[in-house]
């Protein structure tokens, strides 16, 4: 089966914009789902579809895609938006759904 | 928005089995398309399986189906995970996530459980 590769650290300055990316070969033909994990807490859903954000979700978070990468960014991020963040797709074969491995967004 | 509220930690040994529930709002389970998904500490997710409504079958990830079986009550609006000869590798949170469905076959994790942790240790 094929993998989704994310950096594993990013950080921030509080207000300012960071781009997490996601690459796999899954992404070359399914949009990837994003997901914001803080410590202790269940994973919760943050962006889906091309560019869909759930209800609650504030519009700084948004996604763009080039080839195989997805990318999610945060725009003026702020200390609450410090977390883990995981893709999410299909997969081309084998196990259908795939997930990154995380990067871990720290705010200054 | 659908609530999922999973069944409290266990504490396993080895060779063991568990059996995690995740019980969903009244009367929904039959709209539902659950998926299980596993998160060992200090790790990222992993998909362990789930209901694909393309295939109106539950389908699992390879390593894990011969020893794990997800079933549902819906009389009870509860899902099942069981996974059998639990290795102490299997000690990880347990999750129940909903399928959420934006267009026709494209689908994401919409809603997740709190998490089960299960620890397989003698």
């Known amino acids: 089966s094929s993998e989704l590769t994310q950096d594993p650290a990013v950080s921030v300055a509080l207000g300012q914009t960071v781009t997490i990316t996601c690459q796999g070969d899954?992404?070359?033909?399914?949009?990837a789902s994003w997901y914001q994990q803080k410590p202790g807490q269940a994973p919760t859903l943050v962006i889906f579809?091309?560019?869909k954000r759930p209800s609650g979700i504030p519009d700084r978070f948004s996604a763009s895609y080039s080839e195989n990468t997805a990318s999610l960014t945060i725009s003026g991020a702020q200390a609450e938006d410090e977390a883990d963040y995981y893709c999410?797709?299909?997969?081309?074969?084998?196990?259908?759904?795939?997930f990154g491995g995380g990067t871990k967004l720290t705010v200054l | 928005q659908a609530q999922v509220v999973q069944s409290g930690a266990e504490l396993k040994n080895p060779g063991a089995s568990v059996r995690v529930s995740c019980k969903v709002s009244?009367?929904?389970?039959?709209?539902?398309?659950i998926h299980w998904v596993r998160q060992t500490p200090g790790q990222g997710p992993e998909w362990m399986g789930g209901?694909?409504?393309?295939?109106?079958?539950?389908v699992y990830a390879q390593r894990y189906q011969d020893r794990v079986t997800m079933t549902d009550d819906t009389s009870a609006d509860t899902a099942y995970l069981e996974v059998r000869s639990l290795r102490h590798d299997d000690t990880a949170v347990y999750y129940c996530?909903?399928?959420?469905?934006?267009?026709?076959?494209?689908?994401?994790?919409?809603?997740w459980g709190q998490g089960t942790l299960v620890t397989v240790s003698p």
């Open positions: 996530v909903v399928l959420g469905t934006y267009t026709r076959r494209k689908y994401y994790f919409q809603y």
């Open positions: 009244p009367n929904t389970l039959r709209t539902l398309y």
């Open positions: 209901f694909d409504p393309d295939d109106d079958a539950t």
């Open positions: 899954s992404l070359i033909s399914h949009y």
């Open positions: 579809g091309y560019n």
């Open positions: 999410n797709s299909p997969d081309i074969s084998g196990s259908p759904w795939l």
